[in-house]
């Protein structure tokens, strides 16, 4: 049983692993309420169901060009500028079989071994093991609840050294919530600027469920459209994860390079997912109104909830659908010695499935999603108050 040292080097992502687990629990009888994946229970839009059942019987059953489509690549490019005053042409639009995919094409074609790659935590779990995956060094700047999940643009900029090859962040922010304002984004841009052969891989799958404020692409900012690769895609803003779509806009030769690669691993994107793609970035973002309204009206059940819990702290995210609670203390460093043992015991103790925070870069936390039903989210935080109440017997 020999792996390679590429794959002993890399965790199973901390989201995937809890997931996994919870379902084993459920097919043991177990009743498990699971808050450990950012998928939205809505259903997906009436349209994209219709561009689905419509392709099935139109010309879309053959291999696909690597990159995508040109009529959909066209379309997403109408969409970044429609929705983000990004300009880009079909030739600079790569669509993959999802966000996460299309993150790892950049990561491969820009960092090799020797590479350093700058991540603001708390991040999105899969950010440092691509890296890792990928020959490079994931640089971590850490940040507190007190900085509202933000690390000081100071912090990131002292982390930058001559290897340094990319900057990696989302907006709004997996798994914090928290979204980079215009202000911040632009003091981060004017650290950029200062360093040549710096590239900014910019995270923007949850660019429709902000709550407060518009959302900014970090590739408008002056100087930054030939450093950004902008990354989006369905799974979130139209509820289509198990369709498995995202892309890329980026400087051409970037776009050229993560076409290569992919080339390499999966050709293009499912065809019929295509089609729905299509539909989806040539929409009103107005229909997303409700679905958001919805996630607003969750974040405020759930602050309330975790306000309840003895020693938590919360800030109050402005975006996606994710809370980051402090929960140090509950960690008493002997039976619970960390955020691991604490999701371990909530999840066999009450039957709820939270992500622990080390894997985000953030230890004493736990990520909690709120992209699901009212009455399960309070049926679980009741749970969770309980799970708590049981370490301080």
Same mark, same amino acid.
């Given at each position: 049983?020999?792996?390679?040292?590429?794959?002993?080097?890399?965790?199973?992502?901390?989201?995937?692993?809890?997931?996994?687990?919870?379902?084993?629990?459920?097919?043991?009888?177990?009743?498990?309420?699971?808050?450990?994946?950012?998928?939205?229970?809505?259903?997906?839009?009436?349209?994209?169901?219709?561009?689905?059942?419509?392709?099935?019987?139109?010309?879309?059953?053959?291999?696909?060009?690597?990159?995508?489509?040109?009529?959909?690549?066209?379309?997403?490019?109408?969409?970044?500028?429609?929705?983000?005053?990004?300009?880009?042409?079909?030739?600079?639009?790569?669509?993959?079989?999802?966000?996460?995919?299309?993150?790892?094409?950049?990561?491969?074609?820009?960092?090799?071994?020797?590479?350093?790659?700058?991540?603001?935590?708390?991040?999105?779990?899969?950010?440092?093991?691509?890296?890792?995956?990928?020959?490079?060094?994931?640089?971590?700047?850490?940040?507190?609840?007190?900085?509202?999940?933000?690390?000081?643009?100071?912090?990131?900029?002292?982390?930058?050294?001559?290897?340094?090859?990319?900057?990696?962040?989302? /907006?709004?922010? =997996?798994?914090?919530?928290?979204?980079?304002?215009? &202000?911040?984004? @632009?003091?981060?841009?004017? #650290?950029? $600027?200062?360093?040549?052969?710096?590239?900014?891989?910019?995270?923007?799958?949850?660019?429709?469920?902000?709550?407060?404020?518009?959302?900014?692409?970090?590739?408008?900012?002056?100087?930054?459209?030939?450093?950004?690769?902008?990354?989006?895609?369905?799974?979130?803003?139209?509820?289509?994860?198990?369709?498995?779509?995202?892309?890329?806009?980026?400087p051409l030769w970037i776009a050229q390079a993560a076409t290569k690669v992919q080339g390499q691993f999966t /050709?293009?994107? =499912?065809?019929?997912?295509?089609?729905?793609?299509? &539909?989806?970035? @040539?929409?009103?973002?107005? #229909?997303? $109104?409700?679905?958001?309204?919805?996630?607003?009206?969750?974040?405020?059940?759930?602050?309330?909830?975790?306000?309840?819990?003895?020693?938590?702290?919360?800030?109050?995210?402005?975006?996606?659908?994710?809370?980051?609670?402090?929960?140090?203390?509950?960690?008493?460093?002997?039976?619970?010695?960390?955020?691991?043992?604490?999701?371990?015991?909530?999840?066999?103790?009450?039957?709820?499935?939270?992500?622990?925070?080390?894997?985000?870069?953030?230890?004493?936390?736990?990520?909690?999603?709120?992209?699901?039903?009212?009455?399960?989210?309070?049926?679980?935080?009741?749970?969770? $108050?309980?799970?708590?109440?049981?370490?301080?017997?």
């Open positions: 049983m020999h792996l390679s040292p590429t794959v002993l080097a890399i965790a199973e992502p901390a989201t995937l692993l809890m997931a996994r687990r919870s379902r084993e629990l459920k097919a043991q009888g177990r009743d498990i309420i699971d808050l450990s994946l950012g998928e939205p229970d809505h259903d997906p839009p009436a349209f994209a169901l219709k561009a689905a059942h419509e392709a099935l019987d139109g010309p879309w059953h053959k291999y696909p060009p690597v990159n995508g489509m040109l009529d959909v690549r066209q379309a997403i490019c109408a969409k970044f500028k429609r929705d983000n005053g990004l300009e880009y042409t079909a030739d600079q639009i790569v669509v993959s079989t999802g966000a996460k995919q299309s993150i790892m094409n950049v990561v491969m074609s820009l960092v090799g071994p020797g590479d350093e790659v700058v991540i603001p935590a708390p991040y999105w779990v899969s950010y440092s093991e691509q890296v890792k995956l990928a020959g490079g060094t994931p640089v971590i700047v850490e940040s507190t609840i007190d900085e509202n999940w933000k690390p000081p643009v100071e912090r990131i900029a002292a982390a930058i050294t001559p290897r340094t090859r990319l900057l990696m962040f989302s /907006s709004p922010c =997996n798994p914090s919530g928290s979204v980079m304002d215009r &202000a911040e984004l @632009e003091a981060l841009a004017e #650290v950029v $600027a200062r360093h040549k052969d710096l590239y900014v891989i910019a995270d923007e799958i949850y660019e429709h469920i902000v709550f407060d404020g518009d959302h900014v692409s970090f590739g408008t900012l002056p100087g930054m459209a030939e450093r950004t690769i902008t990354v989006n895609g369905l799974s979130k803003a139209f509820a289509l994860t198990g369709w498995r779509v995202g892309y890329i806009g980026a /050709s293009g994107t =499912n065809s019929i997912a295509q089609r729905v793609c299509k &539909a989806c970035v @040539e929409s009103d973002p107005a #229909v997303l $109104a409700p679905m958001r309204a919805d996630f607003l009206r969750r974040r405020d059940l759930v602050l309330r909830e975790v306000a309840k819990i003895p020693g938590w702290r919360c800030n109050v995210p402005q975006g996606a659908f994710y809370l980051m609670p402090d929960v140090r203390s509950s960690i008493d460093g002997k039976t619970i010695k960390g955020s691991v043992d604490l999701s371990l015991h909530l999840l066999d103790a009450v039957g709820v499935a939270l992500v622990e925070g080390a894997s985000f870069g953030a230890e004493g936390t736990l990520r909690i999603s709120y992209a699901t039903s009212d009455y399960k989210l309070v049926e679980a935080m009741q749970r969770v $108050a309980r799970g708590i109440e049981q370490l301080h017997r």
